[in-house]
């Protein structure tokens, strides 16, 4: 099955500065590759999100960047603020169609802190 | 527009008991999917129903988990004789099932504490 791995764990930043996080997947056939972004004591809210067919998407001040050939993608904030604060999961899905439709295989998840 | 809801949001029970945990999708959507998340991991994957079917159920435990998601009422995920193992905060997401099929928007959770 699908194994996605996510680094840094912890991740510490000034207010302003840009934060990057970065995750790999095993499954060939993920072509749907969202962000989650949790606060404390609260469900995931997604954030941005990218399928297959392109290769960078951008909303504001968050950016993905998707690399199929080597497997990878990475989450980028710029300008971060203290609200920015949270924890953060990648995750991965086969997408529409086939037994696996609609499964998301999660990364252990990245506590972003933005110093003020 | 109300997002996914989940009740109850804490739930205590005492080893042996039933938990019951109820999630109503955004409204228009078919498709449902519960997780799983212990404490400082990640969310793990149990079940995907769409209405009346189970769809896919590799990530559910063979005993004592169950889920349905019937044709009219919310999607139930039922937990019997509950173990101390089994506290953890239950996650439902919903998706269309046509337009955007794969986005996935979850609920605030319910967290399970077992004594």
């Known amino acids: 099955g699908e194994n996605v791995e996510q680094h840094p764990s912890t991740l510490s930043v000034q207010e302003g500065d840009s934060a990057v996080i970065k995750c790999t997947y095993s499954?060939?056939?993920?072509?749907?590759f969202p962000w989650y972004k949790q606060e404390l004591g609260k469900g995931p809210q997604l954030i941005i999100d990218?399928?297959?067919?392109?290769g960078e998407k951008k909303d504001q001040r968050i950016a993905v960047t998707l690399n199929k050939t080597a497997k990878h993608f990475s989450l980028h904030i710029t300008e971060t603020q203290p609200e920015d604060s949270a924890v953060y999961f990648c995750?991965?899905?086969?997408?529409?169609?086939?037994?696996?439709?609609?499964?998301?295989?999660f990364g252990q998840g990245t506590i972003l802190t933005v110093h003020p | 527009n109300a997002g996914v809801m989940q009740n109850p949001r804490h739930l205590v029970r005492r080893r042996g008991q039933e938990a019951r945990l109820r999630c109503s999708p955004v409204?228009?959507?078919?498709?449902v999917y519960w997780y799983r998340q212990l404490p400082e991991e990640g969310l793990k994957f149990m079940v995907y129903?769409?209405?009346?079917?189970?769809?896919?159920e590799s990530g559910m435990p063979k005993e004592r988990f169950s889920a349905e998601f019937p044709k009219e009422g919310p999607s139930i995920l039922r937990i019997q004789q509950v173990v101390r193992g089994d506290s953890a905060a239950y996650f439902c997401?919903?998706?269309?099932?046509?337009?955007?099929?794969?986005?996935?928007?979850f609920g605030p959770g319910t967290r399970l504490l077992v004594l």
């Open positions: 129903l769409q209405k009346e079917n189970i769809i896919d």
């Open positions: 997401a919903s998706s269309h099932g046509a337009v955007s099929a794969e986005t996935q928007y």
């Open positions: 499954d060939s056939a993920s072509n749907y």
């Open positions: 990218i399928r297959s067919n392109v």
């Open positions: 995750a991965a899905s086969r997408g529409a169609g086939g037994t696996s439709y609609g499964k998301l295989t």
């Open positions: 409204k228009g959507h078919s498709h």
